[in-house]
C-alpha cells in the first residue's frame, strides 16, 4: 500500500505519453466548424467600417461577425463583469477599440486553413486616437483599487520616524517587466448546442467558474451550460478568468446551428487573454547599525488596462515577512491601452520579492552583515501587520538546511572574489513565500461493483498532478492500491471545486476527497453488518476493517468478505459518497503562509555580460507534501521560472501603436534546458494542520517567489554591479 507523500508516478502518465488523454480542442464532435478571431491593429480609436464581402465569399466560409452583425447580447455582454473572475469582454458589441491585438471580428469556416485566409480579406477601417502606453508618465493619474485581499495601502506604526532613526538606509526603485503567458496549450473551446442545453470543451482552470460566467453573459439558466476540461495543457492564472474567445466560440455556435472551435493563435495570447502588469516598486528600508529594522515602505505602480482595474499586488509579501514595528505600502495603478493583465503564477509575490530581497541583500552589504543573518535577525514570529500567529511557520530551518547543502560558509562575501576563467562566480541568497489558500470543495467517492473505486471532483488539473493526488488520498484512506482508483475531474456535472489558481487545490479538494472516501466506507460497512447473507451480520460497523478490497472483523479476521460479492448480492449497485469540505472559522485567527529560503550560483562572462544559473538550492516549509514526484516537480517547475523572470521574459510592446513586437516564442524568450543547471530542491514536510486535516498547502507558485531575487544578489555578488530591473540582460550589465 502506498502512504502519503510516496513519489509514484503520475496516474494520467500514459494517458499524456500516448497521446489519448484529450485537450480542450481535440474533441472531435460531428460537423463542427472552426472560427479564426480578427485582431485589431490600433491602439485606440474605433472601427468605422468593415468590408467582410470578400471574406463572406471566399471558400468554406459559414459566416462572418462583426460589431456591426453580432447577436446582441444582454447587458451589452457585461452581465457577468465582476473582476477578476468575470472580466469585461471583447464580444463585438460595439465599435470601440482599447488595445492592440484586441478581437474584433470572428471568422467561422469549414476548416482552419479557409477561416485564416477568409480572415485576412477583411478590411477594417478606423478612426484612431492616441493610445496611453507611456508606463512612467501615468504615474501622476495613477489610482488605487481598493480590495479586501489586496488593500491599497496598509500602515502600521510611523513609518516617517522609523526612516528618520534610521541609522542605514536603502532607497531604491525597482522595476519588473510586462511578461505574456505561453502555455505549451494555448487557450482553445468548443462549443456545442443543442436545443437550449450548451456544452463547452474549454482550457480553463475553472470548468465551475465559466460554466457561471458563460450562463450570465447569455442571461441563461446554468443548469443548461456543461463545461468540460479533463485536461490543461498549463494554465498559470491566465486560464483562471472567461475570456473573450469563450463567447465568442458560444455566439457563433448558436448563429451558424453547428458545433464552433476556437485554438488561439500563439500571438493571440499577447493581449486578449491578460499577462502579468510590469511594476515599479519603491523600496525604502531603515536599520539600525546591528541590523534591527526600524522601517519599511513599499509602494508599487503596476499597469492595468482602460477598461477594468487589476492589482498586481507586489507588496503583498512585505506586509508578513518581517518583524519591523513601522510598516508601509501602497498599491497604485497606471491604466494603459493593453489588454486587461491577469495573475501570472504567484501574482505579486514573485515580481514583490524581487524588489524586497534586492533591497535586503543590499541593506546586508551596506551593515557588513550576511544576508542570513539579517533575515535572521527580524525573523517574523507573528505577522507583523495583523499581530496574527503563523498557522505553522519553519522558515528558519529553512534558512539553516538550505544554507547547509549550497556551501553557503564557503561563499566570500566581497563582489567579484571568485571566478572560474572568464567567468564571474556569484553567490546570492533570498526567502520565498506564498500565502496558504484554502476554498469550499467537494469530492466523491464510489464503490464500484467491478471491484475499482471512483474518486470525482469538478476541479481541474493543469498538468500539477491533481489526479494524481486525488486517486493517492483515496488509496491511502481505503487501503487500497492506487491502481484500483480511477480518478476524475474537470466536468461541471461532477461535485463542485474551486478555480485553480492560488496554490489551493491540494488544500481545498484532498480534505473532500478524504471525507467522501470515509463517509463511503462506512455505508459499505454498516451494509455489510445489516446484511444477513453476511459473514459479518451483526457485526458493530465499529468492530469492521476495510482493506485491499475485504471487508473483515477487527478483532476476527477470518470474518471476512470482498466488498464485490457484498454489493452483487444488493443488485450489482455501486454504494458511494459525496462530502464536501471547507476551512474551519478559526483559520481566521491565523496568517497561513508557505516558507523558503533560495540560494542561487551564477557565472557572468566577464566579457560578454551573459549571465548562466548554475545551480539553484531550495528549501520549502509547504506543510504536507502529498505527492512526492508531482510536488518536486512542482517547485522545481517553479525556479525555472523565476531564473525566466530574472533574466529572460520580457513583453515589448510598441510605444506607438501599443503592438506587442515580440509575439512568439522565437522572441519571446523562456528558458530551454540549455539555460537550467542543476536545481537541489528539498521540502521540511511539517503538517499544517491548522489548516486542514492532512496538513498540506498548496505549492504551485511558491517555486517561483524569491528565485529572481537570489540570480539578481549572486549577479551582484558576481560582478559587483546592482541590477534592479529584470530580466537582467548582457546590456545592463555591461552598461
Known amino acids: 500500500m502506498i502512504t502519503i507523500g510516496e513519489p509514484i508516478e503520475r ?33 485606440k480609436g474605433r472601427i468605422v467600417k468593415m468590408d467582410i464581402g470578400r471574406a463572406q465569399k471566399a471558400p468554406g466560409v459559414v459566416a462572418v461577425m462583426t460589431p456591426f452583425n453580432a447577436p446582441k447580447l444582454p ?176 455566439m457563433a455556435a448558436r448563429l451558424v446551428k453547428r458545433p464552433v472551435r476556437i485554438a488561439l493563435e500563439r500571438p493571440q495570447m499577447f493581449g486578449p487573454v491578460g499577462s502579468r502588469p510590469q511594476t515599479s516598486q519603491h523600496v525604502v528600508l531603515g536599520a539600525k547599525r546591528d541590523g534591527t529594522l526600524t ?18 499586488p507586489s507588496s503583498k509579501q512585505t506586509r508578513m515577512l518581517y518583524a519591523c514595528p513601522n510598516i508601509h505600502t501602497s498599491q497604485l495603478l497606471v491604466p494603459l491601452n493593453v489588454g486587461t493583465p491577469t495573475f501570472q503564477r504567484a501574482p505579486g509575490e514573485a515580481t514583490g520579492t524581487f ?9 546586508a552589504y551596506k551593515l557588513n552583515m550576511d544576508p542570513i543573518e539579517l533575515r535572521m535577525k527580524n525573523y517574523a514570529h507573528v505577522d507583523p501587520t495583523s499581530s496574527k500567529p503563523f498557522s505553522s511557520k519553519h522558515l528558519k530551518e529553512c534558512y539553516e538546511k538550505g544554507a547547509e547543502r549550497f556551501g553557503w560558509s564557503k561563499r566570500n562575501s566581497e563582489p567579484r572574489s571568485h571566478r572560474d576563467g572568464h567567468n564571474l562566480i556569484g553567490y546570492g541568497m533570498a526567502t520565498a513565500t506564498y500565502s496558504g489558500n484554502r476554498s469550499a470543495a467537494a469530492a466523491l467517492v464510489r464503490f464500484e461493483p467491478n471491484g475499482r473505486v471512483t474518486v470525482a471532483s469538478g476541479t481541474q488539473d493543469l498538468g500539477t498532478g491533481t489526479y494524481t493526488i486525488m486517486a493517492q488520498v483515496a488509496a491511502v484512506t ?33 480534505p473532500a476527497v478524504q471525507a467522501a472516501a470515509q463517509q463511503a466506507q462506512i ?66 485567527q491565523y496568517s497561513v503562509h508557505s516558507w523558503g529560503a533560495v540560494f542561487a550560483e551564477v557565472a557572468v562572462d566577464e566579457t560578454l555580460g551573459m549571465s548562466h544559473v548554475r545551480r539553484v538550492v531550495a528549501v520549502y516549509d509547504i506543510g504536507t507534501l502529498l505527492s512526492g514526484k508531482t510536488g518536486h516537480n512542482q517547485l522545481i517547475g517553479g525556479i525555472v521560472w ?77 560582478t559587483g554591479k546592482r541590477i534592479r530591473e529584470a530580466p537582467i540582460t548582457p546590456d545592463k550589465l555591461m552598461a
Open 11 to 43: 496516474v494520467d502518465g500514459h494517458a499524456k505519453v500516448t497521446g489519448s488523454a484529450k485537450f480542450a480542442a481535440e474533441f472531435n464532435l460531428a460537423n463542427v466548424a472552426t472560427a479564426v478571431m480578427v485582431m485589431s491593429t490600433i491602439g
Open 75 to 250: 447587458d451589452g455582454g457585461r452581465a457577468a463583469v465582476h473582476p477578476p473572475a468575470g472580466r469585461v469582454l471583447s464580444l463585438l458589441q460595439d465599435d470601440k477599440v482599447h488595445y492592440n491585438n484586441q478581437p474584433i471580428a470572428l471568422v467561422v469556416a469549414d476548416t482552419l486553413n479557409q477561416a485564416l485566409y477568409a480572415g485576412s480579406l477583411i478590411d477594417v477601417e478606423y478612426e484612431t486616437a492616441e493610445p496611453k502606453l507611456d508606463f512612467e508618465a501615468g504615474f501622476k493619474n495613477a489610482h488605487s483599487a481598493d480590495h479586501s485581499e489586496h488593500p491599497a495601502k496598509i500602515v502600521v506604526g510611523d513609518v516617517d520616524k522609523g526612516i528618520a532613526d534610521a541609522e542605514v538606509k536603502v532607497d531604491e526603485i525597482y522595476r519588473t517587466p510586462k511578461e505574456n503567458h505561453n502555455p505549451m496549450e494555448p487557450h482553445a473551446t468548443i462549443a456545442h448546442w443543442e436545443g437550449d442545453k450548451l456544452t463547452l470543451h474549454s482550457s480553463t482552470q475553472y470548468v465551475s467558474g465559466e460554466k457561471r460566467v458563460v450562463a450570465k453573459v447569455l442571461g441563461i439558466p446554468e443548469d443548461n451550460v456543461r463545461v468540460i476540461c479533463p485536461f490543461t495543457g498549463g494554465g498559470f492564472g491566465c486560464k483562471g478568468s472567461t475570456w473573450s474567445h469563450v463567447l465568442l466560440a458560444v
Open 295 to 312: 522601517a519599511i515602505r513599499h509602494d508599487v505602480y503596476s499597469d492595468t488596462s482602460t477598461i477594468e482595474d487589476f492589482t498586481e
Open 355 to 363: 524588489a524586497l530581497e534586492v533591497a535586503m541583500d543590499e541593506l
Open 478 to 510: 481505503l487501503h487500497l492500491p492506487i491502481d484500483k482508483i480511477d480518478a476524475r475531474l474537470g466536468d461541471t456535472t461532477m461535485p463542485k471545486a474551486p478555480v485553480s489558481g492560488g496554490s489551493q487545490s491540494a488544500a481545498s479538494v484532498t
Open 523 to 588: 455505508k459499505l460497512l454498516n451494509l455489510a453488518s445489516n446484511d444477513t447473507a453476511s459473514p459479518l451480520h451483526g457485526v458493530s460497523p465499529q468492530e469492521l476493517k476495510f482493506e485491499n478490497g475485504k471487508i473483515f472483523h477487527a478483532s476476527n479476521p477470518s470474518a471476512s468478505e470482498a466488498y464485490t460479492d457484498l454489493l452483487a448480492r444488493h443488485g450489482g449497485k455501486p454504494i458511494g459518497a459525496i462530502a464536501m469540505t471547507q476551512p474551519g472559522q478559526d483559520i481566521e
Open 642 to 718: 523565476g531564473i525566466s523572470l530574472a533574466l529572460l521574459e520580457h513583453t515589448h510592446i510598441d510605444p506607438r501603436y501599443g503592438r506587442p513586437v515580440n509575439n512568439n516564442l522565437a522572441e519571446y524568450h523562456v528558458p530551454v534546458n540549455a539555460d537550467i543547471g542543476e536545481i537541489d530542491v528539498s521540502t521540511l514536510n511539517i503538517p499544517d494542520k491548522i489548516l486542514d486535516g492532512l496538513g498540506a498547502r498548496g505549492i504551485g507558485e511558491i517555486g517561483i517567489t524569491g528565485v529572481a531575487g537570489a540570480v539578481a544578489n549572486a549577479i551582484y555578488h558576481a
